[in-house]
């Protein structure tokens, strides 16, 4: 049987969207995950249980006032129903049964919930049963901080268990949004080639929020599921290798383009980098977007010079280590891109290879794509790199070859951008 939002939910749903979403930063995530206790996982799951279904509130509500009557479409519908319900599995979560005297330490202090919506896990957990409290890092109003390693009862971890797989579930069930949405904009972009710049912002902001939800979960989960491993912090790599990453992204594109044009040996990618680099980032963003942009150049160099050539022009990958910033520079000879079609290729329907055909029931896992031809490898490489503070540019020079530059923010301690 269909899903169907109830007027009851709704009213929920409009009052959660009244509560700003609170971005968390990369540095954040690494200070907070490191050797988690069970206290400390709780009161992850105490934050994710806040603030998951407010960032979910929010995309119901935008899905609801789409410009020209586009909430009515079944797959904008489909979508929705799919948030609603995740909204509704967060908010029905029982509060966990803990013992009188946890309760009464852990709702000691309530600072924290001054501004936290009704029906929510309302319990604090601010304080340890020492008292003692780490070093917190300040989030909006409230605070996600470790706490001290106790007899935590067989409740507290018993409740992480049950909301992570409750989160991973949710997780599972939001997979086909981003090629479900995109039939939206391809259908826009049918009836027009003008650049709809009210579908482009909410299509930024919904798959920035989408990134900024699927990387709490994935965190939780892994804080909550995977044994500790010196270099990661939940998905987080402390020592990510840049070369390393380079490379392999370079092979698995070079495999696929050899597999889609039938070549025997894809053009060349050089890296020029530092064997040593390294720096904290989240390897599978860092991958996605490598890929992403190397694909694009060996499509551009392929497809400039045919498949029936004894060498291609090698693509070069060059690395530049700065204060701020690590960049990584794609460079390719494949021709380049008309100026006018610049601001084309940000959009999420752009390309100029086959349209790939968009089945709503096609699930697509995050990190896997077709050589090209959904239109959205830019402008959701862009996000992916934004999310943490960096960039992405890309520079053409119409009738030789593209430049793109990748900026990955080593501070890593922008806020999410959630607005
Ligand atoms: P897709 O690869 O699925 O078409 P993208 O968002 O990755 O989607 O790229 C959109 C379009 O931008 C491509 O179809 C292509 O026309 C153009 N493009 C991207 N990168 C390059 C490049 N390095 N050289 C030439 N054209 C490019
Ligand atoms: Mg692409």
């Given at each position: 049987m269909a899903y169907r939002i109830t007027s009851q939910l709704y009213e929920k749903i409009k009052h959660f969207a009244r509560f700003p979403p609170t971005g968390v930063s990369l540095r954040q995530m690494v200070m907070f995950g490191q050797n988690p206790s069970q206290g400390t996982l709780l009161r992850a799951t105490q934050f994710l249980a806040d603030e998951l279904p407010i960032r979910i509130a929010h995309r119901v509500k935008e899905l609801d006032n789409l410009p020209h009557n586009l909430s009515e479409m079944p797959s904008i519908i489909k979508v929705k129903n799919w948030y609603a319900q995740s909204f509704e599995d967060l908010v029905n979560f029982p509060k966990p049964e803990l013992p009188p005297i946890i309760r009464e330490k852990l709702s000691a202090n309530s600072a924290e919930q001054t501004k936290l919506p009704d029906n929510v896990p309302n319990f604090s957990i601010n304080l340890t049963n020492s008292g003692k409290l780490k070093p917190s890092v300040p989030i909006g109003h409230r605070y996600y901080s470790n706490i001290d390693d106790l007899d935590w009862p067989p409740e507290v971890r018993y409740y992480n268990e049950k909301f992570t797989k409750l989160i991973e579930a949710i997780k599972r069930r939001h997979d086909p949004v981003v090629t479900t949405v995109g039939i939206l904009e391809y259908k826009q972009h049918k009836k027009s080639a003008v650049i709809d710049t009210d579908i482009q912002a909410f299509l930024d902001r919904f798959y920035m929020s989408r990134i900024g939800i699927r990387m709490l979960i994935g965190q939780h989960v892994a804080l909550n599921r995977l044994p500790s491993r010196s270099d990661y912090v939940g998905i987080i790599c402390t020592k990510t290798n840049i070369a390393q990453t380079v490379q392999d992204a370079a092979d698995n594109a070079r495999f696929i383009c050899e597999e889609y044009y039938g070549l025997f040996r894809a053009p060349e990618i050089q890296t020029y980098c530092p064997h040593d680099l390294i720096f904290t980032y989240v390897p599978t963003h860092l991958s996605h977007m490598l890929f992403e942009l190397l694909k694009n150049s060996l499509r551009a160099v392929v497809e400039l010079f045919g498949d029936d050539v004894d060498e291609y022009p090698p693509i070069r990958v060059i690395v530049a280590e700065g204060k701020e910033d690590i960049t990584i520079k794609i460079s390719d000879e494949g021709g380049g891109i008309p100026r006018s079609n610049i601001p084309l290729v940000w959009t999420y329907m752009y390309t100029t290879?086959?349209?790939?055909?968009?089945?709503?029931?096609?699930?697509?896992?995050?990190?896997?794509?077709?050589?090209?031809?959904?239109?959205?490898?830019?402008?959701?490489?862009?996000?992916?790199?934004?999310?943490?503070?960096?960039?992405?540019?890309?520079?053409?020079?119409?009738?030789?070859?593209?430049?793109?530059?990748?900026?990955?923010?080593?501070?890593s301690n922008s806020d999410e951008p959630l607005h």
């Open positions: 290879a086959e349209v790939q055909k968009l089945d709503p029931d096609f699930i697509d896992s995050d990190f896997k794509a077709p050589m090209a031809g959904f239109g959205y490898g830019l402008p959701i490489s862009r996000l992916y790199a934004r999310y943490f503070g960096g960039d992405l540019k890309l520079i053409s020079m119409e009738g030789f070859g593209t430049d793109v530059y990748l900026h990955l923010n080593r501070i």
